[in-house]
DNA sequence: GCGACAG
DNA sequence: ATCTTGTCGC
């Protein structure tokens, strides 16, 4: 099981990271469209952690737009790359990640990531820094509000409510609380990279005909939690081999 | 200085 | 993210 380490030149802190960020963020390409939803293939990722044993494994699951069933996925286990600070998520998380994406054999299409892209500090957090790195057209989905205010969208499925920043970028929408099932509490969709709000959400809703999570979160995050138990048992007991059951 | 803050 | 039992509801 090959482990992977953050790359040389990875930043070791904060302010390098910041800058890291500064300077990405003029790559982020805002106007395309993207993939039309429902078409091709989409993919989830997902990062699962054990601190403990420093240890980081992510997924990328490939589901077919249409159906949403499963067509291919993958995982890749990593060295925790950096700590975790809000605003500097992807570092973290993103080398790992960009190898669960390198080992699939099927191309990514759209990939939807846990977290924000331009929803963010400095307009660059993790979906837009994946978009840039790969190239490929990512969206956002996070599960929590982070730096911006919204009010609270219609309780229908399909609301919106705009999430607005004001800070030293000035003062803009950089995203939509949109609510996936009635009743339920929104998700919060921003642009990564090559796909517009629009289609994102669009996106979004297309990926949730059932829970307030999209399918691809869901497989991915499932697949990494599972495959952090097996290596993790592995890590304490290498005379034990394959994945035991609990 | 204090509070807030994706995963 | 992760630590964790029961519990309310369809």
Redesign the pocket.
């Given at each position: 099981m090959k482990i992977i380490e953050a790359p040389a030149g990875w930043p070791a802190d904060e302010a390098t990271a910041r800058a890291v960020q500064d300077e990405l963020r003029g790559k982020v390409v805002l106007d395309e469209a993207g993939p039309t939803p429902g078409n091709g293939v989409v993919t989830g990722v997902?990062?699962?952690?054990?601190?403990e044993r420093d240890v980081v494994v992510a997924a990328a699951v490939v589901l077919d737009a249409r159906s949403l069933d499963v067509v291919e996925k993958t995982t890749a286990v990593g060295r925790i790359s950096f700590p975790?600070?809000?605003?500097?998520?992807?570092f973290?998380?993103i080398p790992t990640v960009l190898a669960a994406l390198e080992s699939l054999n099927t191309d990514p299409g759209l990939v939807v990531c846990?977290?924000?892209?331009l929803?963010?500090?400095r307009r660059f957090?993790?979906?837009s820094?994946l978009g840039v790195l790969t190239g490929l057209p990512v969206i956002?989905v996070?599960?929590?509000?982070?730096?911006f205010t919204y009010e609270q969208p219609g309780e229908r499925r399909g609301s919106t409510a705009a999430l607005v920043a004001d800070d030293s970028h000035g003062r803009e929408t950089v995203g939509r609380a949109l609510r996936t099932q009635d009743g339920v509490k929104p998700v919060?969709v921003s642009v990564g990279h090559r796909v517009t709000l629009d289609a994102a959400c669009a996106h979004t809703l297309h990926l949730s005909p059932r829970y307030r999570l999209p399918e691809t979160t869901r497989h991915a995050?499932a697949l990494?939690?599972q495959a952090?138990k097996d290596i993790s048992r592995t890590l304490e007991d290498p005379s034990r081999k394959g994945p035991r059951i609990q």
């Open positions: 997902d990062v699962a952690y054990d601190d975790y600070v809000p605003g500097l998520l992807a973290r998380e846990d977290g924000y892209g929803a963010h500090p957090g993790l979906a820094h956002g996070a599960k929590n509000p982070f730096t919060f995050d990494c939690r952090l």
